[in-house]
């Protein structure tokens, strides 16, 4: 009597849903953006993270209070420091010594930040890590940058030497961290960025950064900015039409086409940071719709 066939062997790694890559993820807001992130509050699941940025044309007030209202919120605020425009190590100890009596200091990122030629004493990220004022002042997780599609100023090399050494000071000083990269339009480099990030012995989760359904001219200015491709090609693969510039451009080809790729054991841990461009409770609405579509229908709960 012939013997049934064995049933197959289940995959090693199963599939990815979508919408999988949106637990746990997080969204980049302005200190001016507090009213948009009320109007969000609701679509957005109790402790997931909001970046407040640090731009040169906002007070440390401004973002301090930005950072409060997203614990106000019940979500956990990452407030940026930006290297090469801290004038001092007074100034940097003094904002921390801000976020420590508002109880939103724990979790920071780090940037170089845009000057080409630091303002104080700060010249990278590496800098503010090294400063010992983090952890003396309650800092425990800090995330650092990444750049998939390469960027505009600086080598390649130069970019895999900064990562390596970030994540190694990081582990020297006692403090979890994350990489949070550019915002991507292309699946394919972020996933091959990230497994070369693992072979480099990187193993910290990695937030892929992800532009939110903004206005499509906002987008390329944003792209220009970032140093992220604008060509024609990668408009297509992001799934709109450069014809249609009044339009909006939604990111579920991006989501999906990155689920399609991400293998875990390969890859590690990876969340999604979305970059909102001012439209966060835009962006809080689409993550909503899009996993209640997806069959993940709990945010907010």
């Known amino acids: 009597m012939d013997r049934p066939s064995p049933a197959p062997a289940p995959s090693?790694?199963?599939?990815?849903?979508?919408?999988?890559?949106?637990?746990?993820?997080?969204?980049?807001?302005?200190?001016?953006?507090?009213?948009?992130l009320e109007a969000a509050r609701e679509h957005i699941p109790p402790g997931n993270r909001v970046n407040v940025t640090f731009l040169g044309n906002e007070e440390p007030g401004t973002r301090r209070a930005a950072a409060r209202a997203v614990r106000a919120a019940g979500l956990v605020p990452v407030p940026h420091l930006s290297?090469?425009?801290?004038?001092?190590?007074?100034?940097?100890?003094?904002?921390?010594?801000g976020l420590r009596a508002d109880g939103t200091v724990e979790n920071v990122l780090v940037v170089g930040g845009d000057p080409a030629?630091?303002?104080?004493?700060?010249?990278?990220?590496l800098a503010l890590i090294r400063s010992g004022l983090l952890q003396a002042h309650g800092v425990r997780h800090v995330g650092v940058a990444g750049y998939p599609e390469g960027h505009p100023a600086i080598a390649t090399p130069e970019l895999w030497a900064a990562v390596e050494a970030k994540n190694a000071a990081l582990a020297r000083e006692g403090l979890t961290g994350d990489v949070v990269t550019q915002f991507c339009f292309d699946a394919a480099p972020v996933l091959a960025w990230i497994e070369e990030l693992r072979g480099r012995g990187v193993t910290a989760p990695v937030r892929v950064g992800v532009p939110g359904p903004a206005g499509v001219k906002r987008l390329m200015t944003y792209a220009t900015r970032f140093g992220v491709s604008t060509s024609a090609s990668i408009a297509r693969k992001y799934g709109f039409s450069l014809t249609g510039l009044m339009g909006t451009a939604g990111p579920d080809r991006f989501v999906r086409a990155l689920a399609d790729g991400y293998e875990p054991a390969r890859h590690g841990v990876v969340?999604?940071?979305f970059y909102t461009f001012g439209g966060i409770a835009a962006t809080a609405r689409w993550i909503a719709g899009f996993r209640a579509e997806e069959g993940h229908g709990r945010v907010g709960a």
């Open 12 to 36: 090693a790694v199963p599939a990815t849903a979508p919408a999988s890559l949106l637990e746990d993820h997080s969204l980049e807001m302005t200190g001016k953006d507090v009213p948009g």
């Open 83 to 97: 290297a090469r425009r801290l004038r001092s190590r007074d100034e940097l100890a003094g904002f921390l010594d």
């Open 117 to 125: 030629t630091a303002h104080g004493p700060y010249d990278d990220a």
């Open 271 to 273: 969340r999604l940071h």
